[in-house]
């Protein structure tokens, strides 16, 4: 056997005719050559060195005084002079003679490195990659590294027609400036990706499982289009895993070809492909090494079914479905290998998993690293093992998801088993990275909601590394002013006990539209308190509870909305002077939470629940019921995908007798309200029960009309004391450089209502001329004393259209002694007449639709929406775009 090839002996009768002999061939007598005569050095000397010694420069040959020597002894000295790198000419004299002189010209010493045209990559990026720098030799050879190495930088930028060109420039004292003017040319972009022996599927459809993709205006923007050679190798693979989950067993990429075009501007890439057959899976088999599982029942739970066709991710999710079930069961290093059965005649795949025999693990220890703020036991008691627990899997990513959750370590976070000391002991190793806790924000913006903007806030979440949060904030903008500070104990005593509380002080103002202006209604100054406590029930319910306090003081704008005084129904409406006075809130409440999220912060798996209820009436005016439900899903749909459904809903049910006809026990301050931004698609306050106050108007005809403008209709949100709201969202990924910006875009689908209210009685009843004609209403003003005020006749000539309190003559002051003779005509205010309709007291759903940005800007957060309303009911106020900046979404 030669070389691994077996080789049979023939057979006699099979072996060939033997040939003739070749007749013998005569071979010369060889002819020496004479030797080389050898010569003597009779003396060695050294000319033109500058800064190195001659014995060093002799130390680099074999040439010595007193020694014989060759013209090939000569030659070899001077290759290995040139070796060296530090002579740029060398030549030998006096080989006749004996009398040796070796003639050199040393190399220069490199005075500076300069860079020129380089815009796309930064000098310190360059100067880092090349070896020539100041005060080294230069060499001819170093510089040719240097612009390969230049030229690969740029290649790896994508930039394949870039130029290099060295130049040097000779200074005094054999010294040299290098200079690589650089030539960056355009990103040689991918003009075609050509697709052979496919049948199956279509190019585009192949295209598009590549992360590369050919260069289209439409894709000015994606930095996919420019060549990548390592993205080339990842494509591949890419083809591959399609194929591969899509019953493609024998699929292989045989050739992929990236031909540079002539003017180095782009690249045209050819992948030729061979499909193979399509296959089916065949007989899926456990066969389980462990006494503890049932090969049977595992099989049944696998994903993969007989007869479905072949799909290799199935059969990674299958995997990871087994080992998962054997950590579960404290097996940590459980091996599971997949074994083929390929039947090419029926085209089915059978795969028997086969578990090999493992020794159940148990924890010997958990390692924590890289926390150098964050205190260890701050670490510790999110883990849900302890040293000597036997191992489970589900509670090691149990584990990692709450550390997650914190909010103190970089994304990503995972603790890794590894082997003990002991084939059955296994050590946690949880390699955390710290991020910034404390977040100072001083910004200033515009928003649709709240006009312009300005919020200072000051948090640090992980307070002396203790995972204490302390937070400061104040915002202020043309409608809501606050100033909250607060504090959170996650552990008190270092028990499994949450404690926190908030001291506040918020001034909001609501509002109404009159035209395109928005005016202010009502304003409410809350001041006050709350701390809280709570503590977990189980891995993932817990129980929180908490006690409240406040002085509200509701008001309305005096100028604008009284008269003579007190406050004027045909000014503010009568549900709002039924609102305004002062009153303490004092309130105790629960909230029951189940929590499986695997983040808090951006979550991608898990669901989240709530219920709660705060009761208003321990002392204090106020006396409610609110209860509250809320509800949330997340599902990672693949590919980045990321989709959830949530859903909330709340009443309010008071407690307090009867405060009239016409007038809801629950006061308007305390109601639930719906709409931007909760509900996008609206406007703010936008959906639910309200009253228009709709203005007459003449027509063309000079007849009496309502008005159908809506700018030009007064609209009061009143509030409800029940909703509901639901949304189902779908965010989108995006490239690394837009994630790295901040992007996350979605689309959405929302649905709710607002309603369960009192409807309130009319504010005034107009009258009505016999042409049918609505009338002014004229009201007599009063001054402060309560003194009937006049309007001094026109025919005066002193005094004409003073407003005075004598209802003959004149006085200088409200209430003085009258004088003069003028009669004077009542001083009045006419309200022109309006109609009001009562709006919104149905729980018919809303329905909207949209997209949204968030980004993470420079300015602050900053979330912007395009929401269509689909379904509306009458009297709501619908919003196509709406954006914030400045405030936390």
């Given at each position: 056997?030669?070389?691994?090839v077996?080789v ?38 050294v ?18 005084q ?67 720098a ?26 394949f ?22 030539s ?18 279509s ?27 390592d ?23 045989t ?61 990674e ?8 079930s ?84 970089q ?10 000391s ?38 640090q ?61 009502y ?61 303490w ?16 912060l ?169 042409d049918?004609?609505?009338?002014p ?70 329905l ?8 993470n ?33």
């Amino acid at each position: 056997m030669l070389s691994g090839v077996p080789v049979q002996a023939q057979t006699p009768a099979a072996r060939p005719a033997a040939r003739p002999a070749a007749p013998a061939r005569v071979v010369p007598p060889a002819v020496v050559a004479p030797a080389a005569p050898q010569r003597t050095i009779t003396t060695l000397r050294v000319e033109g060195s500058q800064r190195i010694e001659p014995d060093t420069v002799l130390s680099y040959t074999k040439l010595r005084q007193g020694q014989a020597y060759t013209n090939e002894t000569l030659d070899q000295a001077i290759k290995d002079l040139y070796a060296s790198d530090l002579f740029a000419d060398v030549s030998v004299s006096g080989a006749e003679t004996g009398e040796i002189v070796l003639r050199i010209r040393e190399n220069p010493i490199i005075n500076r490195v300069i860079l020129e045209g380089n815009k796309r990559l930064k000098e310190d990026k360059i100067k880092k990659e090349i070896k020539l720098a100041p005060r080294q030799i230069f060499t001819r050879t170093a510089v040719r590294q240097d612009v390969a190495r230049i030229v690969e930088l740029y290649r790896r930028q994508g930039r394949f027609a870039a130029v290099i060109e060295p130049k040097q420039v000779s200074l005094d004292q054999n010294r040299v400036d290098v200079v690589f003017e650089i030539s960056e040319g355009p990103k040689s972009k991918v003009r075609q990706i050509n697709i052979i022996g496919n049948e199956k599927f279509s190019d585009d459809a192949l295209r598009g499982e590549m992360a590369t993709k050919q260069s289209r205006l439409f894709r000015l923007l994606s930095s996919n289009t420019s060549y990548d050679q390592d993205r080339l190798a990842y494509d591949q693979q890419k083809l591959r895993q399609f194929y591969l989950t899509n019953g493609y067993a024998d699929f292989r990429v045989t050739s992929a070809v990236a031909e540079l075009t002539p003017d180095k501007r782009d690249f045209i890439i050819t992948y030729v492909v061979e499909e193979g057959s399509r296959y089916k899976f065949g007989d899926v088999t456990v066969d389980s090494e462990i006494r503890d599982f049932d090969n049977k029942r595992l099989a049944a739970s696998l994903p993969l079914k007989k007869d479905d066709w072949y799909n290799a991710k199935l059969v990674e999710d299958a995997i990871d479905s087994l080992s998962q079930s054997a950590g579960l069961f404290g097996y940590a290093f459980t091996e599971v290998s997949p074994e083929y059965a390929r039947d090419k005649d029926t085209l089915t795949m059978g795969i028997n998993f086969v578990i090999a025999q493992q020794q159940r693990s148990y924890v010997e220890r958990v390692d924590i690293t890289g926390n150098t703020q964050t205190q260890d036991k701050v670490i510790r008691r999110e883990i849900r093992l302890a040293e000597g627990d036997a191992f489970n899997s589900f509670q090691m990513k149990r584990s990692q998801d709450r550390i997650n959750s914190l909010g103190y370590f970089q994304d990503k976070f995972e603790i890794k088993p590894v082997q003990g000391s002991s084939p059955d002991r296994v050590v946690l190793e949880a390699n955390v990275e710290e991020k910034s806790t404390g977040e100072l924000q001083l910004s200033a913006g515009y928003s649709s909601l709240e006009r312009f903007i300005i919020q200072a806030s000051i948090t640090q979440r992980n307070f002396r590394g203790k995972g204490q949060e302390l937070r400061a904030g104040v915002n202020y903008s043309t409608y809501s002013k606050s100033v909250e500070l607060g504090f959170t104990e996650p552990y008190l005593f270092d028990k499994n006990i949450a404690i926190g509380g908030d001291i506040f002080r918020r001034d909001f103002n609501s509002f109404n539209f009159n035209g395109n202006q928005r005016q202010t209604t009502y304003s409410q100054v809350s001041t006050g308190f709350q701390v809280r406590a709570g503590v977990p029930l189980t891995e993932f319910w817990s129980l929180s509870g908490r006690y409240g306090l406040s002085y509200d003081e509701v008001g309305l704008d005096e100028a604008s909305f009284f008269t003579n005084g007190v406050c004027d129904p045909l000014k503010a409406g009568r549900y709002l002077c039924e609102a305004i006075g002062n009153r303490w809130t004092s309130s105790i409440g629960y909230s029951l939470i189940y929590d499986s999220l695997n983040s808090r912060l951006r979550p991608t798996a898990g669901q989240r629940f709530s219920f709660s209820q705060d009761f208003a009436g321990l002392g204090g005016d106020v006396k409610y019921l609110r209860s509250r439900a809320e509800a949330s899903k997340f599902f990672n749909v693949g590919s980045g995908f990321i989709f959830s459904l949530v859903g909330e809903g709340g009443y309010i049910r008071s407690l307090e007798k009867s405060r009239g006809e016409g007038v809801d026990k629950v006061r308007i301050t305390d109601r639930f309200y719906l709409g931007e931004p909760q509900f996008r698609g609206f406007n703010i306050r936008g959906v639910g029960p309200r009253v228009q106050r709709i203005p007459y108007t003449t027509d063309a005809n000079n007849k009496q009309v309502l008005v159908t403008d809506r700018d030009q209709i007064i609209d009061d949100a009143l509030g409800g004391t029940a909703y509901y709201l639901a949304r189902a969202e779908l965010e989108i990924p995006l490239g690394s450089g837009a994630r790295e910006l901040g992007l996350r875009p979605s689309i959405y689908v929302q649905a709710g209502s607002l309603f369960s209210i009192t409807r309130p009685l009319p504010t005034v009843t107009f009258p009505v001329a016999a042409d049918g004609t609505v009338l002014p209403i004229t009201t007599p003003l009063f001054d402060s004393s309560g003194n009937a005020l006049y309007l001094v006749s026109a025919t005066d000539t002193t005094n004409a259209g003073a407003i005075t309190t004598c209802r003959t003559g004149f006085s200088a002051t409200l209430g003085g002694a009258c004088t003069g003779t003028s009669v004077n005509g009542v001083y009045s205010s006419s309200t022109a007449p309006f109609k009001e309709v009562f709006y919104g007291s149905n729980a018919r759903p809303r329905l909207s639709v949209g997209i949204g940005v968030n980004w993470n800007s420079p300015f602050g957060p900053l979330r912007i929406d395009v929401a269509k309303a689909l379904l509306r009911q009458p009297g709501d106020d619908p919003k196509l775009i709406t954006f914030n900046v400045g405030t936390q979404f």
